[in-house]
């Protein structure tokens, strides 16, 4: 079964960007759906963006036009890159993959802080 391994996180001020990567140890190719998923303290985890097949990206209301989601299967990889940041988008961050067998893969999570 494919690894996933998320980097990337950190704090930062409102206002800032972070990259999250998302590295696979296998190929993505045949991977019918790669996101990003995030559960702030106390609240349930939610679906923040997620690419299906060879589809545009869909994101949640709250995330638009500030993250965008790519995937890279040359480099097995899956990234989100967050602008403008809020102190809302606070949250652990989980990478998150339906295979090729529709088994579904997520990886431990990395941690995003954003300050006021």
């Known amino acids: 079964q494919v690894q996933l391994v998320e980097s990337g996180g950190g704090l930062v001020q409102a206002g800032g960007s972070l990259r999250l990567s998302c590295a696979a140890s296998?190929?993505?190719?045949?991977?019918?759906?790669m996101g990003w998923y995030r559960q702030a303290p106390g609240k349930q985890r939610e679906l923040v963006a997620i690419?299906?097949?060879?589809?545009?990206?869909n994101y949640i209301d709250s995330v638009k036009g500030r993250f965008t989601l790519s995937r890279d299967n040359a480099k097995n990889s899956l990234y989100l890159q967050m602008n403008s940041l809020k102190p809302e988008d606070t949250a652990v961050y989980y990478c998150?993959?339906?295979?090729?067998?529709?088994?579904?893969?997520w990886g431990q999570g990395t941690q995003v802080t954003i300050s006021s």
């Open positions: 998150y993959a339906v295979d090729g067998h529709y088994q579904h893969l």
């Open positions: 296998g190929s993505i190719f045949s991977f019918n759906a």
């Open positions: 690419i299906t097949g060879s589809g545009s990206p």
